[in-house]
């Protein structure tokens, strides 16, 4: 999923708009913007891409200076409307708006706890818990009910939460999702993605610390630390695949961090070969990496129809392997009679590689070897990332050989977890913690606390 947030700025619903457009790619199921205008929370959300949540929507009706938005996918809570944040929760005297992105990995025992006490929840969202924790006793929506009930939920979060008159925004203690800070003139802004601030003309601040709680109003900005800082833990797939190649997450620009990546890979794994190509678009950047340490050219192997969205957003099986074939298509008079380094990014169910090798032997081409630009998947990810299930994940339950021959490559190599994370702290003066759980099964955060893992990197 995507946030953003806006804090000062009489454009505050459109560029809202504006910034979860650019932020698109991490959420197709649903998009929404709530505004205040210093008094009531006005809400504008549906399901589908943003563009289609708002064909229809004049901004200029949209009166008040501060926004909230959110794209969404699902990672829990189902595919229907009650589920499109931002969630709104209003009372008598107050009314908040909440969105997030990430996992609360505790939510159901909290969820049981709140229904327990009398609460009644409206939607099967794990945000919604964080919303009747703020509340519970019939608290007011202050620094303080938000510390609180920040510090009984456990898991990976990005989260905004806009009132009439203030704006909070929290990362979670290991700071495993992305969150930065912009200024847009006098106003301030929040995103998932730097590219949101690109996107709008703000420029970046700096990013939200783990464990840190920002309060804006119309006073400034102030920041309070709700809970120890750990070391921060960043998503390595934010790198890998996730976030836009023009994103820095976490200072680190993401097409560089790919580029690195597919260099890595060229020196842990070469290949004899007379190119390299990319799927499009997310492993175009480590293809030009690999080629780039090789020596071997880089070509443009396979085409993407654009008007098509990413494949993993498409809920089943069936329609993702129809979604793969609509989606790419082979250059023939390129690819045929060669031996072909493919890249692609990362093998979560194996879909897309499988396709894609079957499409350049279809097309003439003599070999393909399957690179990899980062380790295999083999644990599911608990913090927000759709790759929920064991059963999915192809190298949880093959080895690397096998997952060659089941796709049809001619070989077939992953980048090591090292080589990643060489390859995303490249520059050493940013202290950068990884998580690679998905890779190594090394959870930085456990629903019990006191299980927490605690490893070095
Ligand atoms: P597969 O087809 O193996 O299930 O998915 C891997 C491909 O889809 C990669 O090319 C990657 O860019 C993209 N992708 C789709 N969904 C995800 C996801 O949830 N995680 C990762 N790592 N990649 C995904
Ligand atoms: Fe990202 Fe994998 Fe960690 Fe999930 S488990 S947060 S996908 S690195
Ligand atoms: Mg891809």
Same mark, same amino acid.
């Given at each position: 999923?995507?946030?953003?947030?806006?804090?000062?700025?009489?454009?505050?619903?459109?560029?809202?708009?504006?910034?979860?457009?650019?932020?698109?790619?991490?959420?197709?199921?649903?998009?929404?913007?709530?505004?205040?205008?210093?008094?009531?929370?006005?809400?504008?959300?549906?399901?589908?891409?943003?563009?289609?949540?708002?064909?229809?929507?004049?901004?200029?009706?949209?009166?008040?200076?501060?926004?909230?938005?959110?794209?969404?996918?699902?990672?829990?809570?189902?595919?229907?409307?009650?589920?499109?944040?931002?969630?709104?929760?209003?009372?008598?005297?107050?009314?908040?708006?909440?969105?997030?992105?990430?996992?609360?990995?505790?939510?159901?025992?909290?969820?049981?706890?709140?229904?327990?006490?009398?609460?009644?929840?409206?939607?099967?969202?794990?945000?919604?818990?964080?919303?009747?924790?703020?509340?519970?006793?019939?608290?007011?929506?202050?620094?303080?009910?938000?510390?609180?009930?920040?510090?009984?939920?456990?898991?990976?979060?990005?989260?905004?939460?806009?009132?009439?008159?203030?704006?909070?925004?929290?990362?979670?203690?290991?700071?495993?999702?992305?969150?930065?800070?912009?200024?847009?003139?006098?106003?301030?802004?929040?995103?998932?993605?730097?590219?949101?601030?690109?996107?709008?003309?703000?420029?970046? %601040?700096?990013?939200? =610390? !783990?464990? @840190?709680?920002?309060? $804006?109003?119309?006073?400034? &900005?102030?920041? /309070?630390?709700?809970?120890?800082?750990?070391?921060?833990?960043?998503?390595?797939?934010?790198?890998?695949?996730?976030?836009?190649?023009?994103?820095?997450?976490?200072?680190?620009?993401?097409?560089?961090?790919?580029?690195?990546?597919?260099?890595?890979?060229?020196?842990?794994?070469?290949?004899?070969?007379?190119?390299?190509?990319?799927?499009?678009?997310?492993?175009?950047?480590?293809?030009?990496?690999?080629? %780039?340490?090789?020596? =071997? !050219?880089? @070509?443009?192997?396979? $085409?993407?129809?654009?008007? &098509?969205?990413? /494949?993993?957003?498409?809920?089943?099986?069936?329609?993702?392997?129809?979604?793969?074939?609509?989606?790419?298509?082979?250059?023939?008079?390129?690819?045929?009679?060669?031996?072909?380094?493919?890249?692609?990014?990362?093998?979560?169910?194996?879909?897309?590689?499988?396709?894609?090798?079957?499409?350049?032997?279809?097309?003439?081409?003599?070999?393909?070897?399957?690179?990899?630009?980062?380790?295999?998947?083999?644990?599911?990810?608990?913090?927000?990332?759709?790759?929920?299930?064991?059963?999915?994940?192809?190298?949880?339950?093959?080895?690397?050989?096998?997952?060659?021959?089941?796709?049809?490559?001619?070989?077939?190599?992953?980048?090591?977890?090292?080589?990643?994370?060489?390859?995303?702290?490249?520059?050493?003066?940013?202290?950068?913690?990884?998580?690679?759980?998905?890779?190594?099964?090394?959870?930085?955060?456990?629903?019990?606390?006191?299980?927490?893992?605690?490893?070095?990197?």
């Amino acid at each position: 999923c995507g946030v953003f947030g806006i804090w000062g700025h009489d454009k505050a619903a459109e560029l809202t708009y504006y910034g979860l457009h650019s932020m698109q790619h991490r959420g197709q199921e649903g998009a929404g913007v709530v505004v205040s205008d210093g008094r009531e929370l006005n809400v504008h959300k549906g399901l589908g891409l943003v563009n289609d949540v708002f064909k229809q929507a004049k901004f200029s009706e949209f009166s008040g200076d501060k926004a909230v938005g959110h794209v969404r996918y699902s990672t829990q809570g189902g595919k229907t409307h009650e589920n499109v944040q931002p969630l709104v929760f209003r009372s008598q005297t107050e009314g908040m708006a909440l969105a997030h992105n990430g996992n609360i990995i505790n939510a159901d025992k909290l969820r049981g706890q709140l229904e327990d006490q009398g609460s009644i929840l409206q939607t099967s969202s794990d945000t919604e818990v964080l919303a009747h924790l703020i509340k519970r006793d019939g608290m007011a929506i202050n620094e303080t009910s938000i510390t609180a009930a920040l510090n009984r939920i456990t898991g990976a979060y990005a989260f905004l939460i806009l009132t009439e008159d203030k704006m909070y925004a929290a990362l979670d203690p290991s700071g495993v999702r992305p969150l930065s800070i912009g200024r847009l003139g006098s106003a301030y802004v929040m995103a998932s993605e730097t590219c949101a601030f690109d996107q709008i003309g703000a420029t970046f %601040e700096r990013e939200v =610390l !783990p464990g @840190e709680l920002i309060t $804006i109003s119309d006073d400034g &900005i102030t920041s /309070t630390r709700f809970a120890m800082r750990g070391q921060r833990k960043m998503c390595a797939m934010e790198y890998v695949y996730l976030s836009r190649p023009d994103s820095d997450v976490n200072e680190v620009n993401v097409h560089a961090a790919r580029k690195r990546m597919g260099m890595e890979l060229a020196k842990e794994a070469p290949v004899d070969a007379d190119m390299v190509i990319g799927v499009p678009d997310s492993s175009i950047s480590a293809a030009i990496g690999y080629a %780039e340490a090789s020596g =071997l !050219p880089y @070509e443009m192997g396979i $085409i993407k129809n654009r008007y &098509i969205g990413r /494949t993993f957003i498409q809920p089943s099986q069936e329609l993702r392997e129809q979604g793969v074939k609509l989606k790419l298509a082979p250059v023939r008079g390129i690819v045929a009679g060669k031996r072909i380094v493919m890249i692609d990014d990362s093998v979560v169910r194996g879909t897309t590689s499988k396709r894609i090798v079957h499409m350049l032997k279809q097309a003439g081409a003599s070999e393909v070897h399957v690179r990899i630009a980062s380790p295999p998947i083999q644990y599911p990810c608990y913090y927000g990332i759709d790759m929920s299930t064991r059963d999915e994940l192809v190298a949880a339950n093959h080895s690397v050989g096998d997952i060659g021959k089941m796709i049809g490559a001619d070989s077939i190599e992953y980048l090591s977890v090292i080589g990643l994370k060489e390859a995303i702290v490249k520059d050493k003066t940013i202290h950068q913690g990884i998580c690679t759980a998905c890779m190594t099964g090394n959870y930085p955060i456990t629903e019990d606390r006191e299980q927490q893992v605690v490893y070095r990197d």
